[in-house]
């Protein structure tokens, strides 16, 4: 099982990419909570030139609330991650977390449902792009 959902998509900028995933996020219900910039943290810690990639931390508040309800150490895997990064200039892959994978690791019925509907809102997401 992948772990994963992206698509890749060409002729646009570093800029753009983030902004049409933050949209199609918006339209399914989440919010971006955090916004880690990889290439400059990695230059900034390490002196290291990277390329372009960020991860933004989507939340939908209530399928966290759901989640928290059903189990209480479910914050370790909230919020949901999404990346953005620029390996080539003007192709952008966007990926995001698959809730299916990372809730294998929690042996909790009431979560595999939900795991199922958040999973389909990221799909969403990124088939929108």
Aim: aromatic share 6%; glycine share 6%.
């Amino acid at each position: 099982m992948s772990y994963y959902i992206n698509k890749t998509l060409k002729n646009i900028s570093f800029e753009d990419g983030i902004a049409r995933i933050t949209e199609s996020l918006k339209n399914e219900g989440f919010g971006i909570l955090t916004e880690i910039d990889l290439k400059a943290t990695l230059k900034k810690k390490l002196d290291v030139d990277f390329y372009n990639y960020k991860i933004l931390g989507a939340c939908n508040p209530g399928f966290a609330y759901k989640a928290l309800l059903a189990e209480n150490k479910i914050g370790t895997m909230l919020p949901c991650n999404v990346i953005v990064q620029e390996k080539k200039p003007g192709e952008i892959e966007i990926s995001a977390v698959d809730p299916m994978a990372s809730m294998q690791a929690v042996e909790s019925e009431n979560l595999g449902d939900l795991a199922k509907e958040v999973k389909k809102k990221l799909e969403n997401c990124i088939n929108a792009l």
